[in-house]
C-alpha cells in the first residue's frame, strides 16, 4: 500500500501499486512524465512478484489520483525485483 501525503502533510489517499496478492514492498520515485511540469508517483515490485511499473497522477487539489499507466518492465515471471529512478 501505498499512502500519499501532500507537502503539507495531509493524507490524500493510499493505492495498491501491484496486484492486490503482492504482499511485498515497493520502490517509490517521482518523475514528471506527461509534460504537465507537475511529478507523477512512480512505483515498482520491490521482489517477489510480478515486475509491474505503475505511474500515478495526483490532482492538482491533491484530493485524488490517477493511475495514468502500467507496464511490466520485464517478463511477467521475472521475480528480480525493480529499482527505479526518475530522469527527467
Ligand atoms: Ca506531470
Known amino acids: 500500500m501505498v499512502r500519499v501525503f501532500s507537502g503539507r502533510g495531509k493524507y490524500i489517499t493510499g493505492y495498491h501499486a501491484a496486484s492486490n496478492d503482492y504482499r511485498g514492498g515497493v520502490w517509490v520515485d517521482a518523475i514528471e512524465a506527461d509534460g504537465d511540469g507537475k511529478d507523477e508517483i512512480v512505483t515498482g515490485t520491490w521482489s517477489n512478484g510480478r515486475p509491474g511499473v505503475f505511474i500515478v497522477d495526483v ?14 518492465a520485464y517478463h511477467p515471471f521475472f521475480s ?6 526518475g530522469v527527467e
Open 59 to 72: 490532482d492538482h487539489n491533491f484530493t485524488s489520483i490517477t493511475l495514468q499507466r502500467s507496464f511490466d
Open 80 to 85: 528480480g525485483g525493480l529499482r527505479l529512478t
